[in-house]
């Protein structure tokens, strides 16, 4: 059993839901949510993950200074502001205020936190806001340090988002949501270490930065539901890299980006509602681990050619301008599931089982059926 001087560090959070079963007198590194440094009896670790605390946010918490990990999502702080006393957690690696109901100004203090790795503060309320030089401040003592950062749900950019892009170790940024103002800086294409980028449903404007095509390492894109204008670069045909694709929901003009050997490990592309035209991509047909594909409400033309990917499970074409029989090799995709082509201009006759499909949506007035 640890020395009660140390398990006294918390017990002024005992009182809450979650932690009814702490215990005076027991091991605290035991309690559930707890985790401490073995070798010297420190705290360093507390997860109150949806323990629904209730209540301004107990001082006690700020007799820790040892935390390297700190999760408090979803709990309701009740409007209160952060205290800048998490500016004494010079040690912490992973904070998560993440639904906590927080209001006011993101204290300056939070610029102290240098050795963070992870952040996430999304969600927290509408009403949050962050001074600009807080967060320049921050930003700047964790340019070599910070992997993961979460914003989404929050309100307070205008003006803040060119900061974020000193952040060259950043891996994951996650600011869907949000009420950005204006476009995306060509200063994006310094986060050369991303490897996941979402901000979906964030009001940008503009056109796709071609600094985008710097982002080597990038996985997952998601761009979904904006107000985004223009072309697709030819610059995202670097990012050789991608699995996941999404840019759904913006003004989009113009072709595709093409070239037969890129994508190669894409596994799902999302374009629909857009104004894209000219004919589908050559390298859609050859992505082998492609298994959806959504292009409906754009306005591309010409054939479908043959699909050499037997991995496709959802093929969503509906509402372009497509032409011509469908190709044999739609009927041989034994995981397809969905197959919706309704709204162009195809021909021919469909001669195979659907089985398989699950849903399907064929109308046109010159596609005949025969199972």
């Known amino acids: 059993m640890l020395p009660a001087l140390y398990c006294d560090e918390i017990a002024g959070l005992k009182s809450y839901p979650k932690t009814n079963s702490?215990?005076?007198?027991?091991?605290?590194?035991s309690w559930d949510g707890v985790s401490c440094d073995h070798?010297?009896?420190?705290?360093?670790?507390?997860?109150?993950k949806l323990a629904f605390w209730q209540l301004p946010l107990n001082t006690s918490l700020f007799l820790l200074p040892h935390l390297q990990k700190l999760n408090l999502a979803f709990n309701n702080f009740n409007q209160s502001k952060i205290p800048s006393e998490f500016g004494r957690f010079t040690g912490l690696l992973y904070l998560n205020l993440s639904h906590t109901g927080f209001v006011g100004v993101v204290p300056s203090q939070v610029s102290h936190l240098s050795k963070l790795v992870s952040l996430d503060l999304s969600w927290i309320d509408e009403q949050l806001t962050i001074d600009k030089y807080a967060l320049e401040g921050l930003v700047h003592n964790l340019t070599e340090a910070l992997k993961y950062l979460g914003l989404s749900g929050n309100s307070f950019f205008q003006g803040l988002f060119?900061?974020?892009?000193?952040?060259?170790?950043?891996?994951?940024?996650?600011?869907?949501?949000?009420?950005?103002?204006g476009g995306l800086p060509e200063s994006i294409g310094n986060l050369v270490s991303l490897k996941f980028l979402d901000l979906s449903h964030s009001n940008l404007s503009g056109p796709i930065p071609r600094s985008l095509g710097n982002l080597l390492q990038l996985t997952h894109l998601n761009l979904g539901w904006n107000k985004l204008s223009g072309q697709i670069p030819l610059s995202i045909l670097n990012l050789t890299q991608l699995e996941y694709l999404k840019i759904a929901g913006n003004s989009l003009e113009g072709s595709i980006p093409d070239e037969v050997t890129t994508f190669l490990y894409l596994i799902s592309l999302d374009l629909t509602n857009n104004l894209l035209?000219?004919?589908?991509?050559?390298?859609?047909?050859?992505?082998?681990?492609?298994?959806?594909?959504?292009?409906?409400?754009?306005?591309?033309?010409?054939?479908i050619k043959e699909f050499q990917s037997k991995?496709?499970?959802?093929?969503?074409?509906?509402n372009n301008?497509?032409?011509?029989?469908?190709?044999?090799?739609?009927?041989?995709?034994?995981?397809?599931?969905?197959?919706?082509?309704?709204?162009?201009?195809?021909?021919?006759?469909?001669e195979f089982s659907l089985n398989n499909i699950c849903f399907q949506d064929f109308v046109s007035k010159s596609l005949l059926m025969w199972a």
């Open 22 to 29: 702490w215990e005076e007198g027991t091991d605290c590194c």
């Open 39 to 48: 070798l010297n009896a420190h705290v360093i670790a507390l997860c109150s």
């Open 162 to 181: 060119v900061s974020i892009t000193i952040l060259s170790s950043l891996e994951d940024l996650i600011i869907s949501d949000a009420y950005f103002f």
């Open 277 to 303: 035209n000219g004919t589908l991509p050559s390298w859609l047909y050859f992505a082998l681990s492609l298994k959806t594909i959504y292009l409906s409400q754009n306005q591309f033309s010409g054939n």
């Open 311 to 318: 991995s496709l499970e959802y093929l969503y074409l509906k």
């Open 321 to 350: 301008k497509l032409q011509g029989p469908l190709p044999s090799s739609i009927f041989q995709l034994l995981n397809l599931t969905k197959l919706i082509l309704s709204s162009n201009n195809l021909t021919g006759v469909i």
